[in-house]
């Protein structure tokens, strides 16, 4: 049985500091030509269990039938969802001939990174992950397609060690958190980082699983213990987050609107599927817009 349902992690009296773990804070070779400076060292909110437990999954990353064969099949669907939020969702959509800043947070070795960096209304992908295996997986990765090398640019470092936006222009259009958020020991003020970096306008994409018994049953018991789709330890099941709890943190935050939700189920065979009513029990994408005011320069 799956241990009892623990607070929010997301609540009020859930603790509001980071929990610090010694990662490499510089940033490392990248694709870009120009990449820009390091900023200056940061706590990681990801610990070092968590690096460590991606760390060993780098080299296989890029192997569609190996441990992250779900992530390559979610991928299609990743852009799906971040369409429906752009242009299909009743909010103000983004100009569709507008070239878009992507900011992808712990990207791993760059599946998302690498198929939005090729998007035709791409203006560019920054790419963020903490483990150095990883990172360089991703980077040599990129490497193989030329093309890439004026668009995506990856650095090996946490979320808090980007600089904070001077300018609007610092900022990015979509926001992309895949299948990260729960492996954040103290998400509040994960998010509390993010925002700050979303235009006016653009959205925070998340991928994460609910905190349920079903969710329990089929994430740890079924998909890491008994088939092992996943390798074992991916999951902490008591850091999922409902979609309510993030509705409600992000309710509390001005200037912060316009929320989208899909439930997404793995059939075995077929892959990934939009299920309606998912997200109240399984795997789910939240999408979020910001509607409110705008970066003042900073001196």
Known sequence: MPPPLRRSLLSSSSPLRCLVAPTRRAYATSPNPNPSPPPPPAASSVSPTEISHFNALASTWWDPHGPSRLLHLMNPLRHDFINSCLFQN?????NAHKHLRYLDIGCGGGIFAESAARLSTTL???????????????????????ALSNTLTYHNIPLESLPSPRFPDDQFDVLTLFEVIEHISHPSPFLKICLQHVKPGGWIIISTIARTWASWFTTKVVAEDLVGVVPQGTHDWEKYINTGELKEWFDKEEG????????????????????????????????????GEKVEERR
């Open 124 to 146: 560019s992908v920054t790419a963020l992950d903490p483990s150095p295996s990883v990172y360089h997986t991703a980077v040599s990765h990129a490497k193989t397609d030329p």
């Open 90 to 94: 009743g909010c103000p959509p983004i």
């Open 256 to 291: 912060w609107g316009c929320v989208r939700v899909m439930g997404v189920v793995y059939v075995p065979g077929l892959g990934w599927r939009e299920v309606t009513g998912g997200e109240k029990w399984g795997n789910y994408f939240f999408g979020v817009r910001k509607d």
